[in-house]
C-alpha cells in the first residue's frame, strides 16, 4: 500500500529563519512526487512535481528536493506569508490520477 | 482562465439526508477527482472520472458515489449521511497524460465544498 508520512506536524519560525520539511514515502512505482500549499478555507495549490531521484525544483524562497525515499521541501528566509499548510503527495503508476497525501506540515511564520 | 469551480462552498444536512456536490473543472480537462479532508484523516481519495468513466476508486461506502457528464463536469453523492461524513469535499481536475506532456498530470483544486451533517 503506497504511503507518505510528514515530518514535523507542526512547525514555529521566525522570519528570515531557514528550515525543512520532511515527507517520507512508499510507493510502487513512482509516477510523480507533488507538494501542495493549502491555506485556511481553501483548496491544495499547487507547487512542484518531482519525477526522479536526484531532482531538484525551485520557485521563490523554496526548493523542493527527490531522493528514492523521501523528499525535502527547503524554506529559505521565510516570511509570514509562507505560513500555511505543506502537503506532500505521491501518484504511482497504477492508480490513474490517484494522488495519496502525507498528514501534512502545519508552518508558521512570525515576523 | 477559470479555476476548478465547486459548488455549493458550504451547506448544512442532517443524518439520514442525502447531499449532491458538484464540480466544474478547468477547460480542457477531462479527469475529475473527488477527494475528502478531515482534521483526523487528512486528504483521502474518493474516485476519480475520465470521459465519463470511473478509472479509480478509494476505500469508501457505497454510500458514497459519483458521475461525471459529457462536457467533464462531475457530481458526487452522499446517501444515508453520518456524523462523520462531514468533511470538506474537494475537486480537482487534470489533463489525461499523454507522451511528452510533462506536467499534464498535475492536479487542479478547486476551493471545496464543506460539508456539516448535525
Known amino acids: 500500500e503506497d504511503q507518505v508520512t510528514q515530518s514535523p506536524e507542526a512547525l514555529r519560525l521566525q522570519e528570515g529563519e531557514s528550515s525543512s520539511l520532511n515527507c517520507s514515502y512508499t510507493?510502487?512505482?513512482?509516477?510523480?512526487l507533488f507538494w501542495y500549499r493549502q491555506d485556511p478555507g481553501k483548496g491544495p495549490e499547487f507547487l512542484f512535481t518531482l519525477y526522479s531521484a536526484g531532482e531538484e525544483k525551485e520557485k521563490e524562497r523554496l526548493k523542493a528536493t527527490l531522493t528514492k525515499k523521501e523528499s525535502f521541501l527547503h524554506i529559505t528566509a521565510p516570511k509570514p506569508e509562507d505560513s500555511a499548510t505543506y502537503l506532500c503527495?505521491?501518484?504511482?503508476?497504477?492508480?490513474?490520477?490517484?494522488?495519496?497525501f502525507g498528514q501534512g506540515t502545519r508552518l508558521t511564520i512570525n515576523p | 482562465k477559470a479555476g476548478v469551480t465547486q459548488t455549493p462552498r458550504y451547506l448544512i444536512k442532517t443524518r439520514g439526508q442525502q447531499v449532491t456536490l458538484s464540480c466544474s473543472p478547468i477547460s480542457g480537462h477531462r479527469s475529475v477527482s473527488w477527494y475528502q479532508q478531515t482534521p483526523g484523516q487528512g486528504l483521502q481519495f474518493l474516485f476519480e472520472y475520465f470521459s465519463e468513466t470511473q478509472r479509480n476508486k478509494g476505500n469508501f461506502p457505497g454510500r458514497f458515489s459519483g458521475r461525471q457528464f459529457s462536457n467533464s463536469r462531475s457530481e458526487m453523492n452522499v446517501s444515508t449521511l453520518e456524523l462523520g461524513d462531514s468533511a470538506l469535499y474537494l475537486c480537482a481536475s487534470s489533463f489525461q497524460p499523454g507522451q511528452g506532456a510533462p506536467g499534464a498530470n498535475v492536479l487542479t483544486f478547486g476551493a471545496g465544498s464543506r460539508l456539516t451533517v448535525l
Open positions: 503527495a505521491v501518484q504511482a503508476f497504477q492508480g490513474a490520477q490517484k494522488l495519496v
Open positions: 510507493v510502487s512505482g513512482l509516477r510523480g
